[in-house]
């Protein structure tokens, strides 16, 4: 199956700071990928929908200002958490749709981020 | 708006036997997609099996098959031959035709026993 990595794998940061956290599809072109929370013993929940070229979309009660997504090319996202807090720490999985030669509509998953903001 | 239901917050299977995971979905739309995704220890998400909604035949991929009822939105995972490897964070998914959106069920932890 195609594969999507996501960097950094952990990452610790002070409360205030910003952090950045990048995801790629390896071996195929992504126009649409996806950025979920999951918190610990939950299911995955979708906070936004990231568009090449375009602004992303996000679901209600996500602030657009705090979780700043960019898909600045077909292969590229990141999610910038900004001014992290406490309660942002949380497991980060992006994942993009590979639609190459008419695949089925299957969404690719990253090893997920885990985020901690003292 | 779209809803998966997992009803099953654990499972528990002897090693080599045979489990049924279960999932219920509702939906308005009449083409779309529905997955299996298993989730380890590691939290990599890895796809099991996916089912085209407009496909009546059952997908099936080695020891996974899926029970895939239409009418009755339930689309339900059997493990054969379940083997310690198995065990896992089990999310069934939905994802409507032409559509961003795909949600998840709460998830059904299996456990494998030797």
């Known amino acids: 199956g195609a594969v999507v990595s996501q960097h950094p794998s952990w990452v610790i940061c002070k409360s205030g700071t910003s952090v950045k956290i990048e995801c790629r599809s390896l071996d195929f072109q992504a126009t649409t990928m996806f950025w979920y929370r999951q918190f610990p013993k939950q299911s995955l929940m979708l906070m936004a929908t990231?568009?090449?070229?375009?602004?992303?979309?996000?679901e209600q009660g996500v602030e657009k200002d705090k979780f700043l997504i960019n898909h600045a090319s077909l292969t590229l996202s990141t999610l910038t958490v900004t001014s992290a807090h406490p309660e942002d720490s949380s497991f980060y999985i992006c994942?993009?749709?590979?639609?190459?030669?008419?695949?089925?509509?299957?969404?690719?998953f990253g090893p997920g981020t885990r985020l901690l903001v003292l | 708006a779209q809803t998966v239901t997992q009803s099953q917050p654990e499972m528990s299977v002897q090693e080599a036997e045979t489990v049924t995971l279960s999932c219920t979905y509702d939906?308005?739309?009449?083409?779309?997609?529905l997955f299996w995704y298993k989730q380890p220890p590691s939290r990599q998400m890895i796809l099991v099996i996916r089912q085209e909604a407009y496909k009546q035949q059952n997908a099936t991929e080695n020891r996974f098959s899926v029970n895939f009822q239409k009418a009755a939105k339930s689309f339900s995972l059997k493990i054969s031959d379940s083997q310690l490897g198995d065990a896992a964070m089990y999310f069934c998914a939905y994802s409507p035709y032409n559509n961003n959106d795909m949600r998840f069920g709460a998830g059904t932890r299996l456990t494998v026993k030797p």
């Open positions: 990231s568009n090449e070229g375009s602004k992303a979309t996000y």
């Open positions: 994942s993009a749709r590979d639609q190459s030669g008419g695949a089925v509509e299957t969404q690719y």
């Open positions: 939906t308005s739309e009449s083409d779309y997609y």
